[in-house]
């Protein structure tokens, strides 16, 4: 029970994630579509927003090294990749690299955010 009160907010944010990566296509309003390539921004903000509250939920002291940054990194886009594998196989929806690079800057971008913030 701690850990869900320790990590409420990430376990809220990849369950959102999670909900958003499989629900289907059909179940998608295409009026909210208002430029080509939308879903890539969606996907650096879903995972900017992730790598930020992981971050800020594992990391408490002030002197982190580079690895724990990288480890933490490659954990979450494999995350993502991990969903795009599965994406057509539960909810009939294509993957697409392009998320996977999304998500990556995504999550860069949270880190960075982080670690400036933790200085």
Not at 17 to 45: C, N, V
Not at 49 to 60: E, P
Request: hydrophobic share 50%; aromatic share 16%; charged share 15%.
């Amino acid at each position: 029970m701690t850990f869900i009160k320790h990590y409420w907010k990430s376990i809220l944010w990849v369950t959102g994630i999670l909900y958003a990566s499989f629900t289907p296509t059909s179940s998608i309003d295409e009026r909210l579509y208002f430029f080509k390539h939308q879903d890539k921004i969606i996907h650096i903000g879903m995972y900017f927003g992730l790598s930020f509250l992981v971050a800020s939920d594992i990391f408490t002291s002030t002197q982190l090294q580079a690895r724990s940054y990288i480890i933490l990194f490659v954990l979450i886009v494999l995350f993502s990749s991990c969903i795009e594998i599965l994406q057509p196989i539960i909810s009939n929806r294509s993957n697409d690299i392009g998320d996977i690079v999304a998500n990556g800057i995504g999550t860069f971008a949270g880190l960075f955010i982080f670690y400036i913030k933790k200085r």
